[in-house]
Structure formats: C-alpha cells, structure tokens
C-alpha cells in the first residue's frame, strides 16, 4: 500500500489542489462583483492566517525561526506568490472572464520553466523551446482575441496584461520556494506568505476603510471568500508546498494545465460564461504547448 501511494504521490498531492484552484477562479468572480480586490485578498488570507497560523504554533514552532538569508528568499516568495498573484489576480476578474484567466494561468508551467532555467539551472532545450512558442502564440489568440493586428497598437485588453503578470508572480513563487523548500515545511513557508499579505494591506486596509462593504456583503459573497480561504489557500497550497519540496517545481506546475478545462466546466454551470471558437483555438494551442512541456523528463 505505502508504495502504491508513494507511485502516485505526485497526482495525489496535486489533482486535489488544482480542482480547489480552479474554485478559486469561479469564487472570485462571484466576489469582485461585491467587493473590491484589495478587500478580497485581505479577507482570504486574514481568514487563511487564522486557520494556518495555530497548526503551525503547534507543530511546528521549533523551525519557525528562519535563516537570514532563507528569509530574504520567503518574504520574496510572499510577496510575489501570495500578495502579488492574488492581488493581481482579483484585479484581472474585474475585467475578463474566468475562462480567460484560467487560460492564461495554465501558462505557469511554461514561465516556470524559463525561470527554473535561468535560476536553478533546470534543463531547457530544444523541446522546451518549441512548448513555450506553441503556448505563447495561444495566450496570443487570447489576449488579442483572435485579432492579431491589435499587436501593432500595443492594444491589449488590460485585464489580460494583469492576469499575465499574476502568472509571473506564481511563477517566481515557485522557483524562489524550492530554493527553501528542503529546509522548512510548507505550512511555515505558506504561514510566513499569508502573514505578510495580511500586514501589507493592513494600512492600506485603516485608511480605505472598508467596513460598510464588507458588513453588507451577500452570503455568496462570504461562502466565497471562505471556500478560496479554506480550499484554494490553505488546503491546496499545502498539497503545493508539498510537491514543489519532493517532486520540483516543473513537475509541480505543469498540472496547472488542467485548470483551464475545468473552469471552463464550472463557468459555464455557474457564471454562463460562453466559451466561444477563439476561445477554443487559444485552449489547443496553450494547452499543447504544456503538454509537450510536460513530456519533458529532466526537472
């Protein structure tokens, strides 16, 4: 038994977290309709914080005290994983669709990959190459919506561009954590992401003052914020931590692939997003480009 689980650790690990993740994009939807993203992202991981920091007081208050020089690295990890990909990321839905955000988030393993190299030496050859052009010209099609010529005015749909530069954050993220990933769990890792997030947007929280907003959001808009609390933040970003530690990042990421197809599913159930040809064509393409990303053995 313990070595048909260890075979298939890694989809144990990650199937779960990436159907909690894909949650995550129909939840925010939902939430930014009733308040803003900087309310959203506070809410989420104060909720977050909440329930991971007492687990981790408990269990592991002796590896709680970092390293100088690991701690650089996780605050970095936080500030662009946690704070920069989630507030970027509620940012996006304020302006494009679910499904376009998903689409452009299945792109993570591809700028993974390239930053892997670049950082940690990973292997990227020829194959790799061709994967990234594939899907590039996919997230193409997307943010131009199939019409190319918008390339020659810069014309991009803004959500697109936010989306994009929220994936190069969970990129980032990924490669700075398997740099500290052999020598803290990753509840400590993800307790230390949330907690910064949380005191970021503390002062920017007191002077905006939110209250009335947050008091007078719909019960939808509160079962939202908690399931992306529970399930998209801690639950799956555990099961993450977990395979980024014993399985690397490219591994990792490239089950990302899978989120696209299943927003598109849960948007058409519950937000009646259409899922138009463009939006067909710009899947083929993204989604190939990671699957031949993914074919490739060395991490």
Not at 57 to 72: F, G, R, S, T, V
Not at 153 to 165: A, C, K, R
Not at 168 to 195: D, E, F, H, N, R
Request: aromatic share 14%.
């Amino acid at each position: 038994m313990k070595k048909l689980l260890k075979k298939y650790e890694l989809f144990l690990l990650m199937i779960p977290a990436v159907f909690f993740g894909a949650g995550a994009f129909i939840t925010g939807k939902i939430g930014i309709l009733e308040l803003s993203w900087d309310e959203l992202t506070f809410l989420r991981f104060l909720i977050a914080s909440a329930i991971i920091l007492p687990l981790v007081l408990k269990k592991e208050h002796k590896n709680l005290k970092l390293k100088k020089n690991d701690a650089y690295i996780v605050i970095l990890a936080g500030l662009f994983g946690m704070f920069g990909y989630h507030a970027l990321f509620f940012m996006s839905l304020e302006y494009i669709t679910a499904i376009n955000s998903a689409l452009l988030m299945a792109t993570t393993p591809m700028v993974t990959s390239i930053i892997a190299a670049i950082v940690l030496g990973e292997y990227f050859g020829i194959k790799r190459i061709f994967a990234v052009f594939i899907a590039f010209f996919g997230v193409l099609i997307t943010i131009t919506n199939g019409n190319l010529e918008v390339l020659k005015n810069l014309s991009f749909n803004i959500g697109d561009v936010i989306m994009f530069s929220a994936v190069l954050c969970m990129a980032l993220y990924a490669v700075l954590s398997k740099k500290v990933a052999q020598k803290y769990s990753p509840s400590v890792i993800l307790t230390y992401g949330y907690i910064l997030t949380v005191v970021l947007l503390i002062p920017y929280m007191i002077l905006k003052n939110p209250i009335n907003a947050i008091l007078n959001a719909s019960l939808e808009t509160w079962l939202s914020i908690i399931y992306m609390a529970v399930f998209a933040s801690v639950l799956a970003q555990l099961l993450q931590q977990i395979s980024l530690k014993y399985h690397g990042a490219s591994k990792t990421m490239l089950f990302y692939q899978f989120v696209p197809i299943i927003v598109i599913m849960l948007s058409a159930i519950f937000l009646r997003e259409p899922f138009t040809k463009i939006t067909a064509i710009s899947t083929l393409f993204i989604m190939s480009g990671v699957y031949i990303n993914s074919t490739i053995k060395r991490d």
